[in-house]
């Protein structure tokens, strides 16, 4: 019962990052970032048979060819942003796999990562807002400091 819990802390401190780091820029993308969070959750529950349709041989490849693409322009331009989203996507679905083979139905675990992304999200914004301010580039000067 203790992986979980676990996986649990690995979401709540993955949105608690990207909330802190989302505090150093204007209020509308941390709004933008929450409504992408519930997006996202949702779709990881919900999304698969969307998912398997949209990447088929045949007329929708073209859409897939464009999500592709545009996934792999934004881990070139914005490298940050795209591995905080693959470290979020990648904690969540660890979360999701746990509680539901710990015997959570669907709709709690769902509700449940929806309640733990939003908390997270507005706690590591609010501690960037008033005690400890973040950068737009404390990553990359982090990174660059270790080389």
């Given at each position: 019962m203790i992986t979980p819990i676990i996986s649990l802390f690995c979401v709540g401190v993955s949105y608690g990052l990207l909330g802190w780091h989302l505090s150093a820029y204007h209020i509308g993308w941390a709004m933008g970032s929450w409504f992408v969070a519930i997006f996202l959750t949702i779709m990881?529950?919900?999304?698969?048979?969307?998912?398997?349709?949209?990447?088929?041989?045949?007329?929708?490849?073209?859409?897939?060819?464009?999500?592709?693409?545009?996934?792999?322009?934004?881990?070139?331009?914005?490298?940050?942003?795209?591995?905080?989203?693959?470290?979020?996507?990648?904690?969540?679905t660890l979360a999701r796999l746990e509680l539901q083979s710990a015997?959570?139905?669907?709709?709690?675990?769902?509700l449940l990562m929806v309640i733990l992304s939003i908390g997270t999200l507005s706690a590591g914004w609010i501690v960037g807002q008033n005690h400890y301010p973040s950068s737009p580039y404390w990553l990359t000067s982090f990174l660059l400091s270790r080389s």
């Open positions: 990881l529950f919900w999304g698969e048979e969307v998912t398997k349709r949209m990447f088929r041989l045949g007329p929708r490849g073209v859409i897939s060819m464009l999500i592709l693409s545009g996934i792999i322009t934004m881990a070139v331009a914005a490298s940050t942003l795209f591995g905080m989203i693959v470290v979020l996507l990648a904690s969540q015997g959570l139905s669907r709709r709690l675990t769902l």
